[in-house]
């Protein structure tokens, strides 16, 4: 038996004896013509069923008892409950028919079973020899069938428990993230490293570029170079090759003394002026075809601007022997 049920059977304990009036008006009709069905008539009539109604109430338990004044169709209740059978146990209801028959419809009155003891049973009743609340022993000749309050409690937690879980949402955000985590291992990750959009060059190619923009910018000191073999990864974009300036016509102009290249000649290359490859080779032909002209060297046999620079000075000294 539930503990609720043994809640309500002490309370119905409590009325044994309780005796209604000579118009047939008890409290428990009263109680149900102002709480259940607000018909006066109901505090005059039969109040068998009422008195079970009353006592659910009071104990919280109505939702597994029924709150009925009409007994066939309290019965007809428990059977669509899939609550109904023949077998008697403490806490159940039992529903009697008179005339000995087992049809719901038929049903004449009602009680609570108290115990159980062989073929016997133990009842609590009200509206009973004279409109009474007594205790009752009773063979099952007259037993129509029982109502099982304890089976429909079962059921409803049942249900109750099947509906929180379907309407639980499933977990989101990081707490779901965690739960999948901690059910399936991550896979491992491959031992490669890592390529980035950045082009990796090995660390001499990159002192060479270094020096290089280093001295178009006038540096005076060179980069320190890294370490050979190294591979160094820049996260940087490239740099987009700066275009080859012309030597300054003043560079290639400008002479002090055909001395050589010293500090001021015009042939040493200046630490002002961008020079690249290009410029310093046609520097140093322009250089040399000069002193080939002014101080009669020997004309090295070179091609291009040297050969260019004999024939001058042969038509010179042609000339200045036909004078």
Aim: overall charge negative; glycine content about 8%.
């Amino acid at each position: 038996m539930i503990p609720e049920l043994e809640q309500m059977i002490q309370l119905l304990a409590n009325e044994v004896g309780y005796q209604e009036k000579s118009n047939g008006y008890t409290k428990f009709g009263d109680w149900y013509s102002q709480n259940v069905d607000t018909d006066p008539a109901f505090k005059t009539a039969a109040w068998c069923d009422m008195f079970l109604a009353w006592a659910a109430r009071e104990t919280g338990v109505e939702e597994y008892i029924g709150e009925f004044a009409f007994t066939p169709w309290h019965a007809a209740w428990f059977k669509k409950q899939d609550a109904w059978g023949d077998r008697p146990e403490p806490g159940a209801l039992v529903f009697y028919d008179w005339s000995g028959g087992n049809d719901v419809d038929d049903v004449d009155h009602v009680g609570i079973v108290v115990k159980v003891v062989g073929d016997k049973i133990h009842t609590i009743e009200g509206n009973i020899d004279g409109g009474q609340a007594k205790r009752k022993v009773r063979d099952e000749s007259r037993v129509a069938g029982y109502g099982y309050p304890a089976k429909i409690k079962e059921r409803k937690a049942a249900e109750e428990t099947t509906l929180t879980e379907a309407d639980t949402p499933p977990p989101a955000g990081l707490e779901a993230r965690l739960l999948s985590t901690a059910s399936e291992p991550e896979p491992a990750q491959p031992l490669t490293p890592p390529i980035h959009p950045v082009s990796t060059v090995p660390a001499v190619y990159q002192s060479a570029q270094t020096l290089s923009v280093a001295g178009q910018a006038g540096a005076t000191e060179p980069a320190p170079a890294a370490a050979a073999g190294r591979v160094a990864t820049t996260s940087a974009p490239p740099q987009p090759e700066r275009p080859q300036e012309p030597l300054p016509l003043k560079a290639l102009t400008q002479v002090s003394h055909p001395a050589g290249p010293e500090a001021g000649s015009p042939f040493a290359p200046s630490v002002d002026s961008p020079v690249e490859p290009t410029a310093l080779l046609l520097s140093a032909a322009v250089a040399i075809a000069y002193l080939t002209t002014r101080t009669r060297l020997p004309i090295p046999a070179v091609p291009g601007v040297f050969a260019a620079a004999r024939g001058r000075h042969r038509r010179s000294a042609v000339n200045r022997r036909s004078r």
